[in-house]
């Protein structure tokens, strides 16, 4: 955690962001420390876990130099949900502890954080007339299996199964074939199809 101001200050130096997207990145809450779903402490002195280290210092510094931000998460203690925390304080269990502070000039919350980004992926192919953006179902079972096989375990079950957040590898690909249907079809000309 020391070396964290550091690696913030480099980032902001080399890299020069114009914005700041964070997903499932795990935000401070009222408390000063960082919690889990469940509202158990990542850091701080109460914490039985070694090694979390909180970096919402890159979306606080960020909106410190009015750059834009999103934040996407699926619980309400991710970076940016800070936004809506009397809506995660009141309607999630231990909310008021699991919440983070740590606003975003958007927030996205999703059933599934990854979900959260296909989401934007999908508005960008729509908004840019480009459907292949989307990645294919095929894409996504390789990008979970690439991240089992490399030795990740799925959060919810913390098991290489092909599963993501507690539901199976399919339903994720089955995700990714509804958004681009949706793009596809809504890039397509009105007057197409016998009933238009």
């Not at 690696?7 to 020069?16: E, H, R, S, T, V």
């Amino acid at each position: 955690q020391s070396k964290v101001k550091a690696w913030i200050a480099k980032l902001y130096a080399d890299y020069k962001p114009k914005a700041v997207v964070a997903t499932e990145r795990l935000g401070a809450g009222a408390d000063g420390n960082v919690h889990t779903a469940t509202g158990l402490p990542l850091t701080g002195p109460k914490s039985q876990f070694q090694g979390c280290i909180d970096i919402g210092d890159v979306v606080v510094e960020a909106n410190k130099r009015k750059l834009f931000t999103v934040g996407i998460g699926d619980h309400g203690n991710e970076l940016g949900f800070g936004t809506i925390y009397d809506a995660v304080a009141q309607t999630m269990p231990k909310g008021k502890t699991l919440a983070t502070v740590v606003k975003t000039d958007i927030v996205v919350p999703a059933m599934m954080s990854n979900w959260g980004c296909y989401g934007i992926e999908a508005c960008l192919a729509f908004l840019l007339r480009k459907p292949e953006l989307i990645h294919t179902p095929e894409a996504e079972k390789r990008i979970v299996q690439a991240c089992l096989d490399a030795g990740g375990l799925e959060a919810m079950y913390c098991t290489t199964d092909f599963v993501v957040d507690g539901l199976d590898g399919e339903t994720s690909m089955a995700c990714m074939q509804f958004l681009s249907n949706i793009v596809r079809k809504n890039l397509e000309p009105p007057d197409a199809g016998l009933t238009h």
